[in-house]
């Protein structure tokens, strides 16, 4: 079984680039690069039936860092609010340890 070889996406655009400026075909390309022209062609089909995410992957960004902000404030607010909550539970506990104290020592006496 042959290995198949994986070619990176910026490697794929570049090729798709040269293929679009019509400098060189489709089949000169996979022949100098050792690749299918149908997969070549398949690479530049998909390239530009995606190409519109070009313009809308910095909204998508956005919205992204948007939500990663909000997530990002919301847990230092539940980690501020544990510890107000730690601090309140060591303070009862204290208390409830005095009140034991004297109760005990109210009884013995």
């Known amino acids: 079984?042959?290995?198949?070889?994986?070619y990176s996406a910026e490697k794929k655009a570049k090729l798709?680039?040269?293929?679009?400026?019509?400098?060189?075909?489709?089949?000169?390309?996979?022949?100098?690069?050792?690749i299918s022209p149908k997969l070549i062609?398949?690479?530049k089909r998909e390239f530009i039936d995606n190409a519109y995410r070009a313009f809308s992957a910095t909204k998508d960004e956005?919205?992204?860092?948007?939500?990663?902000?909000?997530a990002e404030q919301k847990g230092k607010e539940l980690m501020a609010k544990i510890g107000?909550?730690?601090?309140e539970l060591d303070?009862?506990?204290?208390?409830?340890?005095e009140i034991e104290k004297r109760r005990k020592i109210g009884t013995h006496r």
């Open 62 to 70: 956005k919205a992204a860092e948007e939500r990663a902000e909000k």
């Open 41 to 43: 062609s398949n690479w």
């Open 1 to 6: 079984m042959a290995n198949r070889k994986e």
């Open 16 to 34: 798709i680039i040269e293929t679009i400026e019509g400098e060189r075909t489709i089949s000169e390309i996979g022949a100098r690069e050792g």
């Open 84 to 87: 107000e909550l730690t601090y």
């Open 91 to 97: 303070w009862a506990k204290k208390k409830s340890e």
